[in-house]
């Protein structure tokens, strides 16, 4: 039986991508709308309703009221942006976060896509917290640098203009972005972390790094000790992939894992003195939203999770 899937805000930068992923599957329908009819109340309304599975890549507000325009039992929904992440209600839709998480989508109605940057710091920090070898009470910090993708079609044309010659761009300096609350809570933490995030002049591709205190902790964890969780955290992953530590002159790059939908984790540092630092690579459209609801729409609908994914 084919798959009925409705994208609204398909010509969005997260949208197209998503579409292009579907674009050759056989076992789904694209319902579009042309042109004219993307901005029709009722024409969304028809879609939203005739939809087996609703993608929503839309602004916050966008997505509540698309929500709300939906009146039947039946159709399913991923949504893209902010809004629910933290909401009663709906499955966060990272399946990789906790054990049992993919099986809560895959019986889900209402599926919240991660932001990109939770995605890696929160598959970097909670299977050690879980452990208990980072206390859930630590005031965590983490660095991140996003491509310019991430920013939609204002801040691609910023920086492709030529306007824009900085390497990278510090924001959020107010210690208040909006994906705090959702890494707080999913990764289970007494306080929300200290998040600062930067954009790099570069078009796709993420990179996310937590510093760890490993002395500081009651358990007194080793890099080693934090790797080994990681790698039995995610032994089962077809997406997730933690790499093999080093003596730390590696280099890791922000565009690592861009143009595919993996996400690639490392455990690196200073044994000697006990301090650790967590890095996570990934595509910001990939795994940090277009991937990642491709994802979520194979275990909702019972499908190979990695069916239609760039690996």
Same mark, same amino acid.
């Given at each position: 039986?084919?798959?009925?899937?409705?994208?609204?805000?398909?010509?969005?930068?997260?949208?197209?991508?998503?579409?292009?992923?579907?674009?050759?599957?056989?076992?789904?329908?694209?319902?579009?709308?042309?042109?004219?009819?993307?901005?029709?109340?009722?024409?969304?309304?028809?879609?939203?309703?005739?939809?087996?599975?609703?993608?929503?890549?839309?602004?916050?507000?966008?997505?509540?009221?698309?929500?709300?325009?939906?009146? +039947?039992?039946? *159709?399913?929904?991923?949504?893209?942006?902010?809004?629910?992440?933290?909401?009663?209600?709906?499955?966060?839709?990272?399946?990789?976060?906790?054990?049992?998480?993919?099986?809560?989508?895959?019986?889900?109605?209402?599926?919240?896509?991660?932001?990109?940057?939770?995605?890696?710091?929160?598959?970097?920090?909670?299977?050690?917290?879980?452990?208990?070898?980072?206390?859930?009470?630590?005031?965590?910090?983490?660095?991140?640098?996003?491509?310019?993708?991430?920013?939609?079609?204002?801040?691609?044309?910023?920086?492709?203009?030529?306007?824009?010659?900085?390497?990278?761009? +510090?924001?959020?300096?107010?210690?208040?972005?909006?994906?705090?609350?959702?890494?707080?809570?999913?990764?289970?933490?007494?306080?929300?972390?200290?998040?600062?995030?930067?954009?790099? +002049?570069?078009?796709?591709?993420?990179?996310?790094?937590?510093?760890?205190?490993?002395?500081?902790?009651?358990?007194?964890?080793?890099?080693? *000790?934090?790797?080994?969780?990681?790698?039995?955290?995610?032994?089962?992953?077809?997406?997730?992939?933690?790499?093999?530590?080093?003596?730390?002159?590696?280099?890791?790059?922000?565009?690592?894992?861009?143009?595919?939908?993996?996400?690639?984790?490392?455990?690196?540092?200073?044994?000697?003195?006990?301090?650790?630092?967590?890095?996570?690579?990934?595509?910001?459209?990939?795994?940090?939203?277009?991937?990642?609801?491709?994802?979520?729409?194979?275990?909702?609908?019972?499908?190979?999770?990695?069916?239609?994914?760039?690996?």
């Amino acid at each position: 039986m084919t798959i009925n899937v409705f994208i609204d805000g398909a010509a969005g930068t997260t949208g197209l991508e998503i579409a292009e992923r579907l674009a050759t599957r056989r076992d789904l329908a694209l319902i579009a709308l042309d042109e004219s009819a993307r901005k029709d109340i009722d024409a969304r309304r028809q879609a939203l309703n005739d939809a087996d599975f609703v993608i929503l890549c839309l602004p916050d507000d966008a997505a509540r009221d698309a929500v709300a325009l939906i009146d +039947n039992p039946r *159709t399913r929904v991923i949504d893209a942006s902010t809004a629910f992440r933290t909401a009663e209600g709906w499955t966060y839709g990272l399946p990789e976060i906790e054990p049992g998480q993919a099986a809560a989508i895959a019986d889900a109605a209402r599926v919240s896509n991660p932001g990109c940057y939770p995605t890696g710091f929160l598959c970097l920090v909670r299977p050690l917290i879980r452990a208990g070898l980072v206390p859930a009470d630590w005031a965590l910090s983490v660095n991140a640098a996003s491509g310019y993708s991430g920013g939609g079609k204002a801040m691609i044309a910023e920086f492709e203009s030529g306007t824009e010659t900085s390497v990278l761009r +510090n924001y959020a300096l107010g210690l208040a972005h909006k994906h705090v609350p959702e890494m707080q809570k999913h990764a289970r933490l007494a306080h929300p972390p200290i998040f600062m995030p930067s954009v790099a +002049n570069t078009y796709r591709g993420m990179i996310v790094e937590v510093p760890l205190p490993l002395h500081a902790f009651p358990r007194h964890p080793t890099i080693a *000790t934090c790797e080994t969780v990681l790698r039995e955290a995610y032994r089962d992953s077809p997406v997730v992939r933690v790499a093999d530590s080093d003596d730390g002159t590696a280099l890791v790059r922000i565009e690592d894992d861009a143009g595919t939908d993996r996400l690639t984790l490392r455990v690196l540092g200073n044994s000697e003195t006990g301090q650790a630092r967590l890095i996570a690579t990934l595509d910001n459209l990939g795994k940090g939203a277009s991937g990642a609801a491709v994802q979520n729409l194979n275990v909702m609908a019972g499908l190979d999770p990695v069916l239609g994914l760039i690996l």
